[in-house]
């Protein structure tokens, strides 16, 4: 068994395993909450080293997350707990309800590497709740510098508790970044960031720099990042459509191998500069190393520019600098976690307080429709009904036509052939036309004249027919008047078979437009699905599942009238096929015994 096998067999179980574990619940006062595994295994992070507090990047949208109206305004409410008890520190970068977008911060005590175990909780829905972000506290002593570029925000401020904050900025913010918002730089100018002890690095420490980064052209020698003091310069530059790490110390310069950036594409960059080599990382894997000698610095920072004005066009996201060499591990968590093309983070359930830990996954698909499945639903439920109506209304009528025929036959038997007519009794048109007087008769159990017999409305045509035309049924008939009787028998079991197929075009629209009616919905569902997945770039299978399930639903409901309509008009065809043959037979007959009376009278006369 490879270990990708491995990877996802160990995922499957913690998923298992995820609500049999969190049984208690933190606090009543919160209302719901969602379960999260990180997956450090080869399906997920691919990481084999342990790391201690790691800011890992919580992406909330529709596919993974259905109650952004159940938090509190600008997620105020959300609190995430490591085992139900311990609080982990987190920051709300934005939670907006109207677009279904979320982003939070949260400081993961430990990540094990090729590990899928590791779990916490996010609590929500109290209302009441104060904010619980805490920037300052998510990140390690190490981390001296990170900038979201918020909205609104003139100068890019620090969310580190060292409040690093710009000190001069001709950056624009573009709220369509990778993570949010992101800094926009047009070749005019950069940020700058004053030296402070906060950003000091040593030999044995070290610096990283990390950053989201996605040009639209070539450049010339543009700089993406630069610290430098009087003792070296650390510098991350774009020539052309390359990076370049550079380290200049001691009156001596060295730089890595160039490692392409693919234009108008978002790709993660790292550089790490350690006591005695410098590292470029591109999307989380090392691309170029040179060996260095670094010294001691207490460094100014510039992003998107310097002082020679070697400026950037193009946007840069989540910078971050730290007085510390991470880890290669590190930098791949980093780029992984942050990126929605891999499934680091994993989704679970939500659930209520007092729910149980039972999994109700019905309920899950309900809070992934959307409205265009609600919609359909909605028609397959009014399609459903009618179909219902249609099943009962007619197998009631049938089973009192069946009834009836057999009564209406019993006592025919017993009447002479002098005397056909001793049953017909006078009936108006709407007792004959009308299907739901049959039908409330059905429910009643009445029997007004056999008016629920389809033979009885043919002898009673008959009977009339000979009445009005021929002077009663014991006239002697002609070939042309028993053509004549013969024609209105026939229109009057046309007619009966009209009442009796009555309504049932409505269980072949179910069974033909329920399924057809289910795949437009579950098809309008996954583009909405994959809209939204486009839209907030999150493409794991966590993302995608709930939507995929609720659409699918519609096709289900589609289906549940199909199927039942089906068989329902299978049946009744077949009980509608044997009355009107029961039709056909009677018609003959007392055609045969019109014609033997009418035959026994004239030799009378004759004679």
């Not at 009643?444 to 009445?467: R, W």
Request: aromatic share 8%; charged share 20%.
């Amino acid at each position: 068994m490879n270990k990708s096998l491995i990877g996802r067999f160990r995922l499957g179980l913690a998923l298992i395993l995820i609500p049999l574990c969190a049984q208690a619940w933190w606090n009543d006062e919160w209302k719901s909450r969602k379960q999260f595994s990180v997956d450090a295994g080869a399906t997920g992070a691919d990481i084999q080293e342990t790391l201690n507090d790691f800011p890992l990047l919580v992406r909330l949208h529709t596919g993974n997350f259905g109650f952004f109206l159940d938090l509190a305004e600008n997620g105020k409410d959300v609190r995430f707990m490591l085992d139900d008890k311990t609080a982990l520190k987190h920051q709300v970068e934005k939670i907006d309800a109207l677009t279904e977008l979320g982003l939070v911060w949260v400081k993961v005590p430990v990540v094990r590497g090729g590990v899928s175990t590791d779990s916490f909780s996010m609590y929500y829905g109290n209302a009441a709740a104060a904010d619980g972000s805490d920037a300052q506290g998510l990140y390690d002593v190490n981390q001296a510098l990170v900038f979201h570029f918020r909205e609104g925000e003139a100068l890019p401020q620090d969310a580190t508790a060292y409040a690093l904050h710009a000190a001069s900025s001709k950056a624009a913010v573009d709220p369509a970044g990778f993570i949010g918002a992101a800094a926009k730089f047009d070749g005019q100018g950069g940020i700058t960031v004053n030296a402070n002890p906060a950003l000091a690095i040593t030999p044995d420490s070290g610096l990283t720099f990390s950053a989201w980064i996605k040009i639209d052209q070539a450049q010339t020698n543009a700089t993406l990042f630069e610290a430098k003091d009087a003792a070296g310069r650390i510098e991350l530059v774009v020539q052309g459509t390359s990076a370049i790490a550079r380290y200049q110390g001691g009156g001596v310069a060295q730089q890595t191998a160039a490692a392409n950036v693919d234009p108008a594409k978002w790709q993660h960059l790292a550089v790490i500069a350690r006591k005695d080599a410098l590292e470029l990382y591109l999307n989380g894997q090392a691309v170029g190393t040179t060996p260095i000698q670094l010294a001691a610095m207490t460094p100014s920072v510039s992003l998107g520019g310097n002082e020679q004005g070697q400026n950037l066009s193009g946007l840069v996201d989540e910078a971050q600098v730290a007085k510390q060499a991470r880890s290669a591990d590190w930098i791949k968590l980093q780029f992984r976690s942050q990126s929605p093309d891999f499934a680091v983070l994993n989704f679970g359930q939500d659930e209520s307080s007092g729910s149980g830990d039972d999994l109700n996954y019905f309920a899950i698909i309900l809070q992934s429709l959307t409205v265009d499945g609600w919609v359909v639903i909605a028609l397959c439920g009014v399609m459903f009904v009618i179909s219902l109506l249609v099943m009962v209304g007619k197998t009631l009528t049938l089973n009192r036509a069946r009834k009836e025929n057999e009564d209406f036959l019993a006592q025919y038997r017993t009447i002479s052939t002098t005397n056909l007519g001793q049953l017909d009794a006078e009936e108006t048109e709407d007792e004959r036309d009308n299907e739901q007087s049959e039908f409330l008769a059905a429910v009643a159990g009445k029997h007004d004249h056999f008016q629920g017999s389809p033979i009885y409305h043919i002898y009673h045509a008959g009977v009339q027919e000979l009445n009005h035309h021929f002077g009663g049924a014991n006239a002697v008939l002609s070939a042309e008047a028993l053509n004549v009787v013969r024609a209105r028998l026939d229109a009057a079991v046309v007619r009966e078979g009209q009442k009796l197929n009555k309504n049932m075009v409505l269980l072949t629209i179910a069974i033909s437009g329920g399924p057809f009616l289910g795949l437009l919905g579950t098809v309008l569902g996954v583009m909405i699905t994959f809209a939204v997945i486009a839209a907030s770039g999150d493409v794991n299978i966590n993302s995608i599942a709930p939507g995929i399930s609720g659409a699918l639903l519609a096709t289900v409901a589609g289906l549940a009238v199909a199927i039942p309509a089906l068989f329902a008009y299978n049946y009744l065809l077949t009980r509608i096929k044997d009355v009107t043959a029961d039709m056909h037979v009677f018609t003959d007959e007392f055609l045969a015994i019109v014609s033997l009376r009418s035959a026994d009278r004239q030799r009378a006369t004759q004679s």
